[in-house]
């Protein structure tokens, strides 16, 4: 049974980094679309990378470019998250999520399988 764990999350201060980590259980990632998201008090949850089967195409959407980069060891089951710079609006719960669909894409309803999520906390 496909079972994920994320870590790594915390408090951190205003411009420091944290690497949040994703774990997939009970299945190979060679077949799996696994992706980042977060959702903000108060906001909707939207998706910050993906990364496909092959993880040749990791993907950051476009409002988190250049502060936020993904990457992913199949052999490992894990995909990290990076979050350098941290603002106070990076503030979120982050999940890992994984789905069997054959290409990235943050349509939440394609992923199967949900982490319970790791906080991020950005605050002096």
């Known amino acids: 049974q496909l079972q994920i764990v994320e870590s790594g999350g915390g408090l951190v201060q205003p411009g420091g980094s944290l690497r949040l980590s994703c774990v997939v259980s009970g299945v190979s990632l060679d077949y799996y679309i696994v992706a980042w998201f977060r959702q903000a008090p108060g906001k909707e949850r939207e998706g910050v990378s993906c990364s496909n089967k092959n993880y040749e195409d990791i993907n950051i959407a476009n409002s988190k470019k250049g502060r936020f980069t993904s990457s992913r060891d199949n052999a490992k089951s894990t995909v990290w998250l990076q979050i350098n710079t941290l603002k106070p609006e990076d503030t979120a719960v982050y999940y890992c999520?994984?789905?069997?669909?054959?290409?990235?894409?943050?349509?939440?309803?394609?992923?199967?399988?949900w982490g319970q999520g790791t906080q991020v906390t950005v605050s002096s």
């Open positions: 999520a994984v789905g069997s669909h054959d290409h990235c894409d943050y349509e939440e309803d394609l992923y199967e399988w």
